[in-house]
Nanobody, 125 residues
């Protein structure tokens, strides 16, 4: 059973950068598509970015395109989310996830079977 653990969250000023990491243990991530979701205060969990296993294609929600980058290092069994030019509205708990979604469900949280515990990102003005 693969276990995921996020790190790298914290307090960052608007316009700054942060890099989140998600390390897998108990198994390999190489057979999974991976994604990041976030849950802002008082809101539901939402899709942020995904990198599919097949072809390595990446997907982003519109609000982070051009600012966030998802990447993976299979040798280190790790997924990253590079967050640049952060905004106040990026404040949320960020979760990494792994699964085998079909193409049409890449952005759906229900398509991912393995989740980390989350890491808090707070953007200040």
């Amino acid at each position: 059973q693969v276990h995921l653990e996020e790190s790298g969250g914290g307090l960052v000023q608007a316009g700054g950068s942060l890099r989140l990491s998600c390390v897998a243990s108990g198994g390999t991530l190489s057979g999974y598509s991976v994604a990041w979701f976030r849950q802002p205060p008082g809101e539901e969990r939402e899709f942020v970015a995904a990198k599919r296993l097949s072809g390595g294609y990446t997907y982003y929600t519109d609000s982070v395109k051009g600012r966030f980058t998802i990447s993976r290092d299979n040798a280190k069994n790790t997924v990253f989310l590079q967050m640049n030019s952060v905004k106040l509205e990026d404040t949320a708990v960020y979760y990494c996830a792994a699964g085998r979604p079909i193409l049409s469900t890449t952005r759906s949280s229900s398509a991912y079977s393995v989740w980390g515990q989350g890491t808090q990102v707070t953007v200040s003005s």
